[in-house]
């Protein structure tokens, strides 16, 4: 391997890593949520509302992030995001009620708004091909290996120490981290590639092709916006709360519970890989992604009607769901804008994009948990189910639409 290629090795793994740790420090309070209903005597909903804060939050920071990139360079904001998410983990378990925690969360969803798309720039500006796509696929493995490692480390935690070591022990990670980053990455992120050189000498010039606004209405990309939504519907917010699920179905314990959760998580890396895989074979990403919303579909369908029969049966579907979404996300976020926006614009869509699926997660973290203690999950899955095929339908339709343009090599 070149010196070259190992440099972009390295970059995408500390992109990775920063990322991956980063989201250890959303997702612990998913794999803390049952003990704090407890220890709190909190309603269901009111508890979903503290996710709920982060994915508002969040999903705005989203919408922004690409745009602030162009005044604070990537690789300072990534540094000051895990510093900060840090100290927000160290001083959530400490807080006396729900409103400061969600106050805390929603802090912690504007900050690391900023990862993907630091990560996308970063990327977009030293790496050239197949390691740029690569790296953006890489980076839908992020939720996947956070969740099962954030499983895995709470169900430890919480069974031996208690559920608010959990945040201490993922604020110290974060900490580290921070360090490793700040003493590696700058003079790796430096090299600037030819193509990248050759795009903002272009833009200096004043012969940018086509303005942003200009290019969000071709490509078919608001049936792409649209399916992100749909899958921050099926794919965070149910991930969230299948501990309670397995807990209130089967009557497994807590920490039963989100032990064999880890299963959904680890399979779910096989979904970002798979789907980085078939969008480099299959041509339209509209299709593709709307196979998988009917699949998710499918999976929730047989859930409904296998309600309470067999917990492996539910981990299963759980699972398949999981790698399906994850799937859809890898063609809608990661590939999408590569194939078809040039290198200065991918980040700021990746934000656009990312900024309605962290509205999708939003809408389900609460109204999941308020589903779920008023109509019970039968109902819940009923709702689940409608909107996968819904999804689908729409980005089957979508397909038809799709402007037939030179598309950008994805390697």
């Given at each position: 391997m070149s010196q070259n290629n190992r440099r972009s090795v390295l970059i995408i793994f500390l992109a990775w890593l920063a990322y991956m740790i980063s989201y250890l420090g959303r997702s612990d309070y998913g794999a803390c949520l049952l003990e704090i209903i407890s220890e709190t005597g909190a309603m269901r909903a009111a508890a979903g509302m503290v996710s709920s804060s982060f994915s508002l939050c969040n999903a705005f920071g989203?919408?922004?992030?690409?745009f602030i990139l162009r005044k604070i360079r990537p690789v300072r904001l990534i540094?000051?995001?895990?510093?900060?998410?840090?100290?927000?983990?160290?001083i959530f378990p400490f807080c006396g009620n729900l409103a400061l925690m969600a106050v805390l969360w929603g802090i912690n969803g504007c900050l690391q708004s900023t990862l993907l798309c630091s990560a996308t720039q970063i990327f977009t500006e030293t790496l050239e091909e197949p390691y740029l796509s690569r790296g953006a696929v890489m980076m839908n493995t992020v939720g996947a290996s956070g969740g099962m490692l954030n499983y895995l480390i709470s169900w430890l935690i919480i069974k031996n120490l208690g559920w608010r070591y959990v945040f201490i022990n993922v604020g110290a990670l974060l900490a580290v981290t921070a360090v490793i980053w700040q003493c590696v990455m700058p003079p790796r992120a430096d090299k600037r590639n030819p193509?990248?050189?050759?795009?903002?000498?272009?833009a200096e010039d004043g012969e940018e092709k086509m303005p942003l606004l200009k290019q969000l209405s071709l490509y078919g990309t608001v049936f792409v916006i649209i399916g992100a939504f749909f899958v921050g519907l099926l794919r965070e917010s149910v991930?969230?709360?299948?501990?309670?699920?397995?807990?209130?179905?089967?009557?497994?314990?807590?920490?039963?519970?989100?032990?064999?959760?880890?299963?959904v998580p680890c399979l779910q890396i096989c979904g970002a890989l798979?789907?980085?895989?078939?969008?480099?074979v299959f041509k339209s990403l509209h299709l593709v992604s709307g196979l998988s919303f009917a699949l998710s579909g499918i999976c929730l369908m047989t859930l409904l009607l296998t309600l309470g029969i067999s917990p492996a049966l539910s981990i299963v579907l759980f699972t398949v769901n999981a790698i399906s979404m994850t799937a859809a996300l890898t063609f809608l976020l990661s590939l999408f804008p590569i194939r078809y926006f040039g290198r200065r614009y991918a980040p700021i869509l990746v934000g656009i994009i990312n900024f309605f699926v962290h509205s999708g997660d939003f809408v389900a973290s609460s109204g999941i948990g308020f589903l779920s203690e008023t109509g019970g999950w039968s109902v819940t899955l009923t709702v689940l189910t409608t909107a996968a095929f819904l999804a689908a339908i729409i980005m089957l339709t979508g397909n038809h639409f799709v402007?037939?343009?030179?598309?950008?090599?994805?390697?």
């Amino acid at each position: 391997m070149s010196q070259n290629n190992r440099r972009s090795v390295l970059i995408i793994f500390l992109a990775w890593l920063a990322y991956m740790i980063s989201y250890l420090g959303r997702s612990d309070y998913g794999a803390c949520l049952l003990e704090i209903i407890s220890e709190t005597g909190a309603m269901r909903a009111a508890a979903g509302m503290v996710s709920s804060s982060f994915s508002l939050c969040n999903a705005f920071g989203q919408l922004m992030s690409g745009f602030i990139l162009r005044k604070i360079r990537p690789v300072r904001l990534i540094f000051v995001e895990l510093i900060s998410v840090g100290l927000i983990n160290l001083i959530f378990p400490f807080c006396g009620n729900l409103a400061l925690m969600a106050v805390l969360w929603g802090i912690n969803g504007c900050l690391q708004s900023t990862l993907l798309c630091s990560a996308t720039q970063i990327f977009t500006e030293t790496l050239e091909e197949p390691y740029l796509s690569r790296g953006a696929v890489m980076m839908n493995t992020v939720g996947a290996s956070g969740g099962m490692l954030n499983y895995l480390i709470s169900w430890l935690i919480i069974k031996n120490l208690g559920w608010r070591y959990v945040f201490i022990n993922v604020g110290a990670l974060l900490a580290v981290t921070a360090v490793i980053w700040q003493c590696v990455m700058p003079p790796r992120a430096d090299k600037r590639n030819p193509e990248f050189k050759a795009d903002e000498n272009d833009a200096e010039d004043g012969e940018e092709k086509m303005p942003l606004l200009k290019q969000l209405s071709l490509y078919g990309t608001v049936f792409v916006i649209i399916g992100a939504f749909f899958v921050g519907l099926l794919r965070e917010s149910v991930s969230l709360w299948i501990p309670t699920f397995m807990n209130e179905v089967f009557s497994l314990s807590s920490a039963s519970s989100v032990i064999i959760t880890i299963f959904v998580p680890c399979l779910q890396i096989c979904g970002a890989l798979l789907g980085g895989r078939l969008g480099r074979v299959f041509k339209s990403l509209h299709l593709v992604s709307g196979l998988s919303f009917a699949l998710s579909g499918i999976c929730l369908m047989t859930l409904l009607l296998t309600l309470g029969i067999s917990p492996a049966l539910s981990i299963v579907l759980f699972t398949v769901n999981a790698i399906s979404m994850t799937a859809a996300l890898t063609f809608l976020l990661s590939l999408f804008p590569i194939r078809y926006f040039g290198r200065r614009y991918a980040p700021i869509l990746v934000g656009i994009i990312n900024f309605f699926v962290h509205s999708g997660d939003f809408v389900a973290s609460s109204g999941i948990g308020f589903l779920s203690e008023t109509g019970g999950w039968s109902v819940t899955l009923t709702v689940l189910t409608t909107a996968a095929f819904l999804a689908a339908i729409i980005m089957l339709t979508g397909n038809h639409f799709v402007f037939n343009h030179k598309n950008h090599s994805i390697g």
